[in-house]
């Protein structure tokens, strides 16, 4: 009933977090001396996860959940696989055309299903079925497929429906609805004030439609909603777990908390309280407890103590039991397969697929939107000095950014001279005094809601900076990679003749085909073709 974190790279010395990530001695302790059933994973490329989940499942007496947080696809987290834009792009285009967003989201979660069957995750944690309705969103954001039940309903279920082709478990979340809040859960306690006869107009639709199209899992949010609980969060109340989730909807799958150690959880309640609570309420699974060999030593002194009943425990560990026998299938018949080739090989085979990669650059371009006059003229970038600025929210924690990639290379092949900005290094006076000297500058924005940030807004820095380009009339040209809300509070302010292009992707392709846009010129492919 445990799931933990680990690194999704091979070696100690590599991992990223240690305070959520153990050593191999210690992980290999939790699987092999407690029972640890299942792991979530992050970091690594995708060859490396063939080699790390096979090590995982060796180390275990019973074989194991693996899942990963992949709601764009594989390569949203583990490089060289096939990424996705994120899933309101899909839902911009069901704006136009219903049918063929459809189809996109279908493919979607088909394309996922089978790149994380072939490295060894059998456990998809997506759709997400929140209904983003609150522009203000720091974490949901362009992570749902849309602002209204409807179109989440259809999408969600489209994505369940692609990824049920493969035997991997697929997860609705997060229960019973996380898009109507201006705070993020990773950092403190969001509360939905909605009536019941709202949250079920606007926030349950989407499960529903979720479980009637055969979602495995159901994942919990850690939300205040005092309609239903006013003492305990969604992730820790039987009244939404068990009575609304298990009795008036009906699922019969596992029910998952969301991580244990995030901030709504991890700030008001103790480390091995939470996992107790959860059990009670009617958790299956307690995803990442900030303690695994104390959540699981509380639960058994609950059982032990007629706080919870052996069956409540059985009851879960039959609902996992089933889950495992469905993703079985898919381990014994890659061991049948790797009996001729090797798992390395078989992987490889399977990810980024020319399909796979046509199909992700589609979406991007179908849901891109532009503005101004288009293309950027050659006159209008050759006579001054030029600069590509680039703002994200975090320099450091870029990986979709980097020297050979579209945003940064191809505008320094045009004669830009980079500048990279970021929430952490404000314009110095000189800066802001050299602004007022005429540089035509392309600016590029990196903004999208993120876990842990705290604000789906423009950064103070990104504002700051095109307000002062603004005045200059130095602003050649604007690029947004991430959220149309960002979109929506630039455009008012922008001339009609500046070109504008905005794309929901923030990788590589994304990148590529935006400047592409932009600039009516092919973006030559090995820029990036390393980050793919």
């Given at each position: 009933m445990v799931v933990v974190r680990a690194s999704g790279y091979l070696f100690d010395h590599q991992i990223r977090y240690p305070a959520w990530e153990?050593?191999?001695?210690?992980?290999?302790?939790?699987?092999?001396?407690?029972?640890?059933?299942?792991?979530?994973?992050?970091?690594?490329?995708?060859?490396?996860?063939?080699?790390?989940?096979?090590?995982?499942?060796?180390?275990?007496?019973?074989?194991?959940?693996?899942?990963?947080?992949?709601e764009e696809g594989v390569g949203q987290r583990f490089a060289g696989a096939t990424w996705f834009p994120p899933p309101m792009a899909i839902g911009s285009i069901a704006l136009k055309d219903p049918?063929?967003?459809?189809?996109?989201?279908?493919?979607?979660?088909?394309?996922?299903?089978?790149?994380?069957?072939?490295?060894?995750?059998?456990?998809?944690?997506?759709?997400?079925?929140?209904?983003?309705?609150?522009?203000?969103?720091?974490?949901?954001?362009?992570?749902?497929?849309?602002?209204?039940?409807?179109?989440?309903?259809?999408?969600?279920s489209a994505f369940i429906r692609g990824?049920?082709?493969?035997?991997?478990?697929?997860?609705?979340?997060?229960?019973?609805?996380?898009?109507?809040?201006?705070?993020?859960?990773?950092?403190?306690?969001?509360?939905?004030?909605?009536?019941?006869?709202?949250?079920?107009?606007?926030?349950?639709?989407?499960?529903?439609n979720a479980i009637a199209s055969g979602v495995d899992t159901v994942m919990s949010a850690h939300l205040l909603i005092p309609a239903w609980d006013e003492q305990n969060p969604a992730t820790l109340s039987e009244l939404v777990l068990t009575e609304l989730l298990r009795c008036c909807l009906k699922f019969e799958g596992l029910i998952v908390t969301d991580a244990l150690i995030m901030g709504a959880i991890a700030n008001c309640y103790g480390e091995n309280v939470a996992p107790v609570m959860a059990v009670?309420?009617?958790?299956?699974?307690?995803?990442?407890?900030?303690?695994?060999?104390?959540?699981?030593?509380?639960?058994?002194?609950?059982?032990?103590?007629?706080?919870?009943?052996p069956e409540r425990i059985q009851d879960?560990?039959?609902?996992?039991?089933?889950?495992?026998?469905?993703?079985?299938?898919?381990?014994?018949?890659?061991?049948?397969?790797?009996?001729?080739?090797?798992?390395?090989?078989?992987?490889?085979?399977?990810?980024?697929?020319?399909?796979?990669?046509?199909?992700?650059?589609?979406?991007?371009k179908d849901s891109q939107q532009v503005a101004g006059s288009l293309p950027l003229q050659p006159k209008s970038y050759s006579s001054h000095k030029l600069r590509n600025l680039i703002v994200v929210d975090d320099a450091l924690a870029?990986?979709?950014?980097?020297?050979?990639?579209?945003?940064?290379?191809?505008?320094?092949?045009?004669?830009?001279?980079?500048?990279?900005?970021?929430?952490h290094t404000p314009p110095t006076q000189e800066e802001a005094d050299a602004v007022i000297a005429k540089q035509p500058t392309l600016l590029q924005l990196f903004i999208r809601g993120n876990p842990f940030r705290g604000s789906a807004g423009l950064t103070p820095i990104a504002?700051?900076?095109?307000?002062?380009?603004?005045?200059?009339?130095?602003?050649?040209?604007?690029?947004?990679?991430?959220?149309?809300?960002?979109?929506?509070?630039?455009?008012?302010?922008?001339?009609?003749?500046?070109?504008?292009?905005?794309s929901y992707g923030q990788m590589p392709e994304a990148q590529a085909i935006a400047l592409e846009v932009l600039f009516s010129q092919n973006v030559p492919l090995s820029s990036f073709a390393l980050f793919l």
């Open positions: 153990p050593p191999a001695a210690q992980l290999q302790h939790w699987l092999q001396d407690l029972g640890v059933g299942g792991v979530i994973l992050l970091g690594g490329s995708a060859g490396e996860l063939a080699l790390r989940t096979q090590q995982l499942q060796d180390w275990a007496k019973i074989p194991l959940l693996i899942a990963a947080d992949i049918r063929q967003a459809e189809f996109y989201a279908e493919q979607m979660g088909a394309i996922t299903a089978q790149e994380a069957l072939a490295i060894g995750i059998n456990w998809v944690l997506a759709p997400v079925v929140d209904v983003n309705n609150n522009p203000r969103n720091p974490v949901i954001n362009v992570r749902a497929f849309g602002e209204t039940p409807e179109a989440v309903s259809q999408l969600a990824a049920k082709q493969y035997p991997v478990l697929t997860t609705a979340k997060h229960f019973p609805g996380h898009g109507d809040t201006a705070t993020d859960s990773h950092i403190d306690l969001p509360v939905l004030p909605h009536s019941p006869a709202r949250l079920a107009k606007v926030e349950l639709p989407p499960f529903a009670e309420a009617g958790a299956d699974i307690l995803l990442m407890p900030a303690n695994p060999e104390g959540a699981i030593q509380a639960v058994c002194d609950a059982v032990e103590d007629g706080r919870i009943s879960s560990v039959e609902r996992i039991w089933k889950a495992k026998e469905k993703v079985a299938l898919a381990s014994e018949a890659q061991k049948e397969t790797s009996k001729l080739t090797s798992p390395i090989h078989i992987a490889l085979n399977q990810i980024a697929q020319p399909v796979a990669l046509a199909t992700a650059a589609k979406i991007l870029c990986d979709f950014l980097g020297r050979n990639t579209p945003a940064v290379a191809f505008p320094t092949q045009l004669g830009y001279e980079l500048q990279i900005v970021d929430s504002e700051q900076w095109f307000k002062k380009l603004l005045k200059t009339d130095d602003l050649q040209a604007l690029i947004i990679y991430g959220s149309p809300y960002v979109l929506t509070q630039f455009l008012p302010h922008l001339p009609a003749e500046t070109p504008c292009v905005f």
